[in-house]
């Protein structure tokens, strides 16, 4: 069992930053790669960016690349999503999850546990 929290989220305007945390426990962390994903109201939930297990390998949504960086620290149990420039079609709920390697990784069946989601809004 891997029990995933993220924090972070909050409400900015266009153009801003934000930085969600997703902390890992139950498990040894270094095992698995993490995904985050979206979800807007209304809508399928979608990959944003992934993260191997020792965080050298990374994988990003075509519109989130440049502003959004993804990134992990295994001995603080931890993957951090870095995103700038912020736009209103970001406003979503964000969700991170872990996988074990079987299936695609850009897809939400290619992972096994998820967290409760934070919310992103970004006003215009």
């Known amino acids: 069992q891997v029990q995933l929290v993220e924090s972070g989220g909050g409400s900015v305007q266009s153009g801003g930053s934000l930085r969600l945390s997703c902390v890992a426990s139950g498990t040894t962390f270094a095992r698995y790669g993490i995904g985050w994903f979206r979800q807007a109201p209304g809508k399928e939930r979608e990959f944003v960016a992934a993260v191997d297990w020792n965080g050298d390998s990374t994988y990003y949504e075509d519109s989130v690349k440049g502003r959004f960086f993804i990134s992990r620290d295994n001995a603080k149990n931890t993957v951090w999503l870095q995103m700038n420039s912020l736009k209103p079609e970001d406003t979503a709920i964000y969700y991170c999850?872990?996988?074990?390697?079987?299936?695609?990784?850009?897809?939400?069946?290619?992972?096994?546990?998820w967290g409760q989601g934070t919310q992103v809004t970004v006003s215009s």
């Open positions: 999850a872990s996988r074990g390697g079987r299936g695609n990784l850009y897809q939400v069946e290619g992972y096994d546990y």
